[in-house]
């Protein structure tokens, strides 16, 4: 696997001035209100905040999952607001990988199988697509566990397979939602570890949503997101 091409893009994901607002019956909610944001390539950044406070509705704004209601989001130098849904969702499948807290493997294929698809959704061959699965499934020490179904691995290992599927497609930056809250914390310390190990070595940034500041502080930067604005921790 090569290392991640950034095509001569600093930024990976840029923010400004970003509002998100929802509507409760007559009232208007701002969750997000006002935040600017950079992440470089091949940064390692942890939210923390409490729950509510909006940590998951601003890392499916940056993954382009969802729009602000006032603000710009650049990824890859892209403004994700005047790209068709169809664009959007290339841009998310070329640029970007999301881990969440419950794997979403897909329970009757194997490890393989699941890393490999987003690879065969692109359109690689099944030979390329296994190959490409099978090279980061060792990185993440699953060489061993190729076609076990996701019932047949540990939480750490269906974890681990996870972010192998997110990071299959070699992306500039990994979104991660409360990535080990399912799991106890020495296998979560492990996680961490191996995501730090993976964004040395593929220079893939990473923005982790996460509860537990030991976890956090293993990351470069911390932001911290209380009433609905950013600030460093
Ligand atoms: N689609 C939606 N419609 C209305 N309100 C929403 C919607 N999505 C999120 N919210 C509200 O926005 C606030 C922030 O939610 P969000 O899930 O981003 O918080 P969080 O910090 O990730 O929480 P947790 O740590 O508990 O997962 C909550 O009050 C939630 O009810």
Known sequence: MTETDNNG?????????????????KLDVEVLKGISLDISAGEKIAIVGSSGSGKST????LGGLDLPTEGTVHVMGKNIAKLSDKERGDLRNQSLGFIYQFHHLLPEFTALENVAMPLL???????EASSKASDILNKVGLSERLSHKPGQLSGGERQRAAIARALVTNPNAVLADEPTGNLDHKTALQIFDLMQSLNQEMQTAFVIVTHDMQLAEKMDKI????????SNY
């Open 58 to 61: 601003l890392l499916h704004i």
């Open 9 to 25: 893009i600093d930024k990976v994901i840029a923010c400004e001035n970003l509002t998100k607002r929802f509507k409760e019956g």
């Open 223 to 230: 932001y911290s997101l209380v009433d609905g604005r950013l």
């Open 121 to 127: 959704i692109r359109g690689s061959s099944t030979t």
